[in-house]
């Protein structure tokens, strides 16, 4: 039993623990299970990848390939295949569906480039990026620090001046959790230099050196 507070009647009132009045309504309104967009949803369905995310890290292939046309292909496919994926997992009836008509009006409209000839590797990551947005964060990283950071690949990206950034640098590593690595094998982690402060802006193999 919980005291709640000393009453003046000499009589306590109380409240037990994990019972409550049923009769509350809750101030947020009817509470259901199961309802929302995919990217909130309770028990929604957490993707490893998509069908869309692996067509655009296929177009970025063949545009650093050199094949424009299987580029753009892939490219459009990607696009498409996500606004599919957000109307499969929509789970409201208040939701509406994005349509057929809306998509082509969306590929039409001057967001997306019309041709082969006019793609470009920020076109590419810039649909990367919408179609990973809400679980593909740590994947988008590693997009990001793979080209730098840039402002020219990542066209809404803001950047931040020197004096905000520690070191002077983006971050392209996250240190080990103290209770691993540092304890149990420092010596190995100071080999390769992972014990001194700047390792955090050391750039990982997968970075590259031009685009």
């Known amino acids: 039993m919980l005291m709640i507070n000393n009453p003046v009647d000499s009589i306590y009132v109380g409240g037990e623990p994990n019972v409550s009045n049923k009769t509350v309504p809750n101030i947020l309104g009817d509470v259901s299970s199961g309802v929302g967009k995919f990217i909130f949803r309770d028990a929604?369905?957490?993707?490893?990848?998509?069908?869309?995310?692996?067509?655009?890290v296929k177009a970025e292939a063949l545009f650093i390939k050199g094949d424009a046309a299987k580029a753009y292909e892939a490219y459009i496919k990607g696009i498409y295949a996500h606004m599919n994926f957000v109307n499969k997992y929509i789970n409201t009836t208040n939701e509406k569906s994005i349509t057929a008509v809306e998509i082509d009006n969306y590929i039409k409209g001057g967001e997306v480039p019309l041709s082969a000839a006019d793609l470009t590797l920020a076109d590419i990551m810039g649909q990367k990026y919408i179609v990973q947005w809400g679980w593909g964060g740590l994947e988008q990283w590693c997009?990001?620090?793979?080209?730098?950071?840039?402002?020219?690949?990542?066209?809404?990206?803001?950047?931040?001046?020197?004096?905000?950034?520690?070191?002077?640098?983006?971050?392209?590593?996250?240190?080990?959790?103290?209770?691993?690595?540092?304890?149990?094998?420092?010596?190995?982690?100071?080999?390769?230099?992972?014990?001194?402060p700047e390792y955090v802006i050391k750039p990982t193999w997968f970075v590259t050196s031009t685009y």
């Open 143 to 196: 997009d990001l620090r793979k080209y730098h950071y840039s402002t020219e690949i990542f066209k809404q990206f803001i950047p931040l001046a020197g004096s905000q950034l520690t070191y002077n640098d983006y971050c392209y590593r996250v240190r080990p959790r103290y209770n691993s690595e540092y304890v149990w094998n420092a010596s190995e982690l100071e080999r390769w230099g992972a014990l001194e």
């Open 44 to 56: 929604a369905d957490f993707p490893l990848m998509t069908y869309a995310q692996l067509q655009l």
